[in-house]
Nanobody, 122 residues
Framework: QVQLVESGGGLVQPGGSLRLSCAAS????????MGWYRQAPGKQRELVAV???????NYADSVKGRFTISKDNAKNAMYLQMNSLKPEDTAVYYC????????????????WGQGTLVTVSS
């Protein structure tokens, strides 16, 4: 079993910053791509940023230049530095990863975290 746990969400004023963390734990053999998604009230879940095993990154147009995704392979952790936050960034942010376990080394399973709420408001 593999678990992803997000942390770092909270209430921040417009223009402020937050850093989200995602910690992966369990029987992890390797991790392929990891990403952050978000879901605002009444909207569909959308991709925010993704980082591959080779450290290539991709961002949604709405967050380019403001958000930075990174990871620490030794800790099986991923981060999202969010700067210049806007009210429209308010959402539940989810961690996502494709993980191979020791019992299934050749198969990457998609795993989701439980989400962390980010509220941008004055």
């Amino acid at each position: 079993q593999v678990q992803l746990v997000e942390s770092g969400g909270g209430l921040v004023q417009p223009g402020g910053s937050l850093r989200l963390s995602c910690a992966a734990s369990g029987s992890i053999f390797s991790i392929n791509a990891m990403g952050w998604y978000r879901q605002a009230p009444g909207k569909q879940r959308e991709l925010v940023a993704v980082i591959t095993s080779g450290d290539s990154t991709n961002y949604a147009d709405s967050v380019k230049g403001r958000f930075t995704i990174s990871k620490d392979n030794a800790k099986n952790a991923m981060y999202l530095q969010m700067n210049s936050l806007k009210p429209e960034d308010t959402a539940v942010y989810y961690c996502n990863a494709f993980v191979a376990t020791f019992t299934q080394k050749n198969r990457f399973l998609e795993v989701w975290g439980q989400g962390t709420l980010v509220t941008v408001s004055s």
